[in-house]
């Protein structure tokens, strides 16, 4: 499939699914409009280290995302607003003890899920876990997905309004990712499941964006003949649950390098970039792509 050019069509419906956060102020960042900006310099993107992740709770009172030198030497830095001012950058109480990386809050604030190495002897062994917010504090973290093989890593969580979190799933042997999902019902995680994902070519898929009713996809992958290493692509759901065929972000964003996927402002209003080792923004409006609810889609044979 070729590289599509962003469609000045506005998803409003899409965004607006995520929700509002109507008070989180970007710290006091003028909107970069439809230009891609460096975001918030020296409060999120930081001199000598590699911020990703930016993961804002949806009443716009903190703010969570991954910064170090490389992976996986990474910790999860939190910045909180306290009477109207906000703190410095400071490592999250949670990741004190541990690498850890790719901060994402669930839809209602309640939790805040990440990758991390915890109580592992490799470093590299990461898999997913969750912190629960009780008034205005943050309780004891919670391994809520590993699967049993050490070979396979969990990274990049990210959570729908039902409690499903999709993630990557990576063969450290193969140096491949897959993304998958692990369904919430009754206060228990269900096993692992792989999500299809309609690619002509297939590859490796990685930093799994969802939309929080589920409309759309975002991620990272090689597959479909990319511009080279990792592109980014978003998928759209059909009323059946399959996924329609992925449309490329465009020469906007991809280039002939790796490009990391992005995250979405609980808002919808701005789309989040990490490139060059820091967080760039830009404007929601006029990137996505319409969805066209009946669009004709060519079958796809999805190597499992």
């Known amino acids: 499939m070729k590289a599509i050019a962003i469609i000045t069509f506005f998803m ?13 102020n970007y710290f006091g960042v003028k909107s970069p409009g439809q230009k891609i900006e460096l975001f918030a310099p020296d409060i999120v993107s930081l001199k000598n280290s590699n911020e990703k992740s930016l993961a804002i709770s949806p009443v716009g009172d903190e703010v969570f995302f991954s910064a170090g030198p490389s992976w996986p030497e990474c910790k999860i830095m939190h910045i909180k607003k306290i009477d109207n001012q906000w703190t410095e950058p400071r490592v999250a109480d949670f990741s004190i003890d541990c690498f850890a990386t790719e901060p994402a809050f669930s839809p209602d604030g309640k939790y805040l899920y990440y990758s991390s190495s915890k109580g592992m002897q490799d470093i590299k062994q990461y898999c997913i876990w969750r ?31 039902s409690g499903t979190v999709y993630f990557c799933c990576w063969d450290s042997l193969k140096q491949a990712g897959n993304i998958y999902k692990s369904k919430y019902s009754d206060g228990v995680y269900s096993e692992p499941e792989k999500v299809v994902l309609p690619f002509d070519v297939q590859g490796s898929d990685t930093d799994p964006f969802i939309d929080p009713d589920e409309k759309y996809l975002i991620t990272a992958s090689t597959a479909q003949n ?19 065929s992925p449309i490329n972000f465009g020469d906007n964003f991809n280039t002939p390098g790796d490009d990391n996927s992005f995250d979405i402002s609980p808002d919808g209003r701005f789309l989040f970039i990490y490139k060059q080792e820091d967080v760039y923004w830009t404007e929601t409006k006029g990137i996505f792509p319409h969805y066209l609810q009946d669009r004709p889609r060519k079958s796809h044979a999805s190597k499992q």
């Open 226 to 244: 990319s511009k080279g290493g990792y592109d980014t692509y978003i998928f759209y759901k059909k009323k059946d649950g399959s996924w329609l």
């Open 12 to 24: 409003s419906f899409a965004l607006m699914s995520i929700g509002q956060s109507p008070k989180f």
């Open 131 to 161: 912190v629960e917010k009780t008034g205005n504090k943050w309780g004891e973290p919670q391994k809520v997905i590993d699967i049993a093989d050490p070979k396979i890593w969990e990274f990049h969580p990210t959570v729908t309004k």
